[in-house]
């Protein structure tokens, strides 16, 4: 294959013939910089050359416009050794660089990288050299240790942190106070020049190091950060004082700057020190979550009981839950019983009553009784691992608003070493003072601060995610979270949502000539094979009634169901279904109408051969959620539209609808028609949240602009929505938008700070209106205050 530079292999699956390979070839000879493409059928794989770097990003989107896709690996990295943006702006491009790679996520707030790779193109071991070929520190998340070893490290770290903090303010306090003494008029409190600098040499030198070493590693890559700055800024002055000092003739006191390199690295040590400290505030709901699950569990083998690690408990085994303990799997109650308090996995603080069969969740606490659980899932597969990944994707996520901190990041060191090198020489060429100049071309560049940039964004989603999560609200990433602030409708599906879900018969009227036991019989065998709430409301009605064989059972999605009893082909559903066999109804139609505008729902009874008739009618209620009306309610107060979408009848749904204050109702839709209603909603210019619980709504929360499931449902409405809500409440829908615009808020307020201060702090240091230990100060300050008011969002609830 001809090719030029780097060559990048990737998986394509869809391709089942050679005309596929044709137009996949096709569409990447037509991807800017590829030099030469072979694709493989039988391999279902192609190897694409590119003249200069590789850009697999470009090759997999043309691969999935014609209409294919790439199977992608996703690796978590820890990097260690940023400090700002422009070191968060390195790391991406060095990943990205890397054949193979398709995005790169770097997340300053968490030190961790997500990168997305075309499956089997990558190792994890290229991916650390690059980050380390960068000058930065990497390692793969699952090489951590366990929380409390993390911790552990976190608090060690913070010790040596706070040791250096504290010798360099020691050892910059005589130098503060000489400042200060200048300023009074008491010269005497000023050190000797050469008591000075043994002084600030060590805090230049020693505690500083890091800066030196951090700043290089840009430098040779031909970048730039915050170290970088501050190196420059602080060796300038530095050596600046040391020149003067050198160079002192007769009694002339020399003008020595040793206080403002060592109070600017103070500050900003103090800063950093400050900055980590609550940086590890924002991920206190991860380490909650982890610190749920238990290290041990006791199982009940051959009738004795025997505690054993967490590790070695398999699906199918017997675990003994005594009272006060956590559960440490998921599992169903076999034995046993009593109360389970959910609260930090559902939000909700009221304790569960567990009977046998019922579920359980691992890290819930066993309040009273013994409970003997069957073990359903472990380890990585349990609601709880479930939680935390959730969470770490989410906190892991870039938001769309972070790319114009991208795009500034990638500039801002070069600007202001620009803006710092015409600052000396305008003062040099006016004033022919070179000492003024230098000191505040050293303003410039300690004042400038990408830090606060780089942790506005990261930050908020980081502690605004968390909060949600510990009030029953799990966001799946940055983008549904950044969405979710602007939404102006919210649609609902209504069964299950905003009713409880557990329908029940309340009547059953046949035709004349056919009886409600026969009626009711008939749909009972109809409902034998089926999961609909409905169908679970037929069996429980006709409980007692000798159950009869179906054959030949579907399942009608949105209408009902159809199957042959005893030679009899029928259907059970709704007026479509009825419409769709060409049957009327019209003897029970007034029974109907009235049924419905009392709010039941409705299903239709009919034969279809060997004779085509209507059976009878069967009417459910379905009581509706006592949250529901706050709910609504409350979303009315937030400036939200609301609208029903159901497969229900007209007047069950408006019925419902009436109760609830719901503003609009689409009724009678198939699942299909859910997702059409939801593309409308968005075609009149609106932001639309879809909130359901069933696989029917799938298409609907995926169309929607930010998909709401409740975790009552099924697992394929929460995969694909953007926002699970751990508990059937729907008042948790406007806490989920409550959360997403105060988040969504903190982020604008790091960001408009963030750009302000340098804005107006970079011009106040070119023209000399700052110190440079001022500008150092001002510079730590705003990283502290940007992280501090993003820790304001912790004590955020759902219901305040």
Request: glycine share 12%; proline share 4%; net charge negative.
């Amino acid at each position: 294959m001809a090719g030029g530079g780097a060559e990048v292999d990737i998986g394509i699956e869809g391709m089942t013939c050679a005309s596929c390979v044709g137009r996949v070839e096709r569409v990447l000879k037509q991807v800017p910089g590829v030099s030469g493409v072979s694709v493989n059928l039988a391999t279902e794989r192609a190897r694409v050359a590119f003249a200069g770097p590789p850009d697999t990003a470009a090759v997999a989107r043309a691969v999935e416009e014609a209409g294919y896709d790439v199977p992608v690996s996703e690796f978590d990295l820890n990097v260690q050794g940023m400090t700002c943006a422009s070191c968060v702006g390195r790391v991406e491009r060095a990943l990205k660089q890397v054949p193979g790679v398709i995005e790169a996520e770097v997340n300053l707030a968490t030190e961790r990288t997500r990168v997305t790779a075309a499956r089997g193109a990558v190792s994890v071991d290229q991916l650390v050299a690059a980050v380390q070929n960068t000058g930065y520190e990497a390692s793969p998340v699952e090489q951590a240790g366990s929380p409390a070893e993390e911790a552990d490290a976190a608090a060690a770290r913070s010790r040596r942190d706070l040791f250096r903090v504290v010798t360099a303010a020691a050892l910059s306090a005589p130098l503060l106070l000489g400042m200060v003494g200048h300023l009074l008029g008491a010269e005497w409190m000023m050190p000797p020049g050469w008591v000075q600098l043994a002084l600030a040499t060590p805090v230049q030198f020693w505690l500083g190091w890091r800066f030196y070493v951090a700043g290089w590693k840009a430098a040779r890559s031909f970048s730039g950060n915050m170290d970088l700055l501050v190196a420059l800024g602080t060796t300038a002055a530095w050596g600046l004082s040391v020149y003067g000092l050198l160079t002192a003739h007769g009694d002339h006191a020399p003008a020595l700057y040793f206080e403002s390199s060592a109070l600017i690295i103070t500050f900003v040590l103090l800063g950093k020190w400050l900055e980590a400290r609550a940086k590890g505030q924002t991920a206190s709901a991860i380490r909650a979550l982890m610190d749920l699950r238990p290290d041990k569990a006791r199982l009940r083998r051959g009738g004795a009981e025997v505690e054993v690690p967490l590790a070695e408990v398999r699906v199918g085994d017997a675990v003994v839950v005594r009272p006060g303990e956590r559960i440490p799997v998921d599992g169903r109650v076999v034995e046993g019983g009593g109360s389970v308090d959910e609260s930090m996995l559902t939000g909700e603080s009221l304790p569960v009553e567990k009977v046998v069969g019922a579920k359980v969740t691992g890290g819930a606490i066993n309040t009273d009784g013994l409970l003997v659980i069957e073990t359903t899932a472990v380890g990585a597969e349990t609601t709880l691992a479930r939680i935390v990944r959730l969470v770490e994707g989410a906190q892991a996520s870039k938001a769309p608003i972070q790319r114009l901190v991208d795009r500034v990041s990638a500039v801002f060191v070069p600007v202001v070493l620009g803006i710092a090198l015409v600052t000396f020489v305008g003062w040099w060429a006016v004033t022919g003072d070179a000492t003024a100049a230098i000191l505040n071309a050293v303003a410039v560049m300690v004042i400038a601060c990408p830090c606060a940039l780089g942790l506005a964004t990261p930050t908020a989603i980081m502690v605004g995610t968390g909060a949600a999560a510990r009030h029953g609200i799990l966001i799946k990433d940055a983008e549904a979270l950044e969405r979710a602030h602007a939404v102006t409708t919210v649609a609902f599906d209504k069964t299950g949502t905003l009713t409880e879900g557990r329908p029940e018969v309340t009547d059953v009227v046949p035709v004349e000539g056919t009886g409600a036991a026969e009626v009711l019989r008939l749909a009972a065998a109809l409902q034998a094979g089926s999961e609909h709430p409905l169908a679970a409301a037929v069996r429980r009605r006709a409980e007692g009634v000798t159950p009869l064989a179906t054959m030949n059972f579907r399942a009608l999605a949105g209408r009902g169901v159809s199957g042959a009893v005893e030679g009899r082909s029928l259907v059970l559903g709704n007026r479509r279904l009825l419409e769709e066999n060409g049957l009327a109804g019209d003897a029970l139609a007034p029974a109907a109408s009235d049924l419905e505008e009392s709010g039941r729902t409705v299903s239709w009874l009919a034969e279809t051969a060997p004779t085509c008739r209507v059976l009878g009618l069967i009417a459910f209620g379905d009581s509706v959620k006592d949250s529901a009306r706050g709910a609504v309610d409350r979303l009315h107060r937030q400036g939200i539209e609301t609208v029903m979408l159901t497969g229900d009848n007209r007047g069950a749904a408006a019925a419902a609808a009436r109760s609830l204050g719901i503003d609009k109702v689409v009724a009678e839709v198939l699942p299909e028609g859910k997702a059409e209603a939801v593309a409308g909603l968005r075609g009149e210019g609106r932001v639309v949240a879809m909130v359901g619980d069933g696989i029917n709504d799938a298409p609907a929360l995926a169309a929607a602009d930010v998909g709401i499931a409740m975790s009552t449902g099924t697992d394929v409405a929460m995969h694909t929505a953007g926002v699970t809500l751990m508990r059937g409440d729907p008042a948790l829908v406007a806490g989920a938008i409550d959360v997403s615009r105060r988040t969504y808020r903190k982020i604008r307020q790091g960001l408009f700070w963030a750009f302000v201060y340098n804005l107006v702090g970079i011009p106040l240091a070119a023209l000399g209106l700052l110190s440079p230990m001022v500008a150092g100060a001002a510079m730590a300050l705003s990283s502290v205050s940007v992280v501090t008011n993003a820790l304001l969002l912790r004590g955020w609830n759902p219901r305040s």
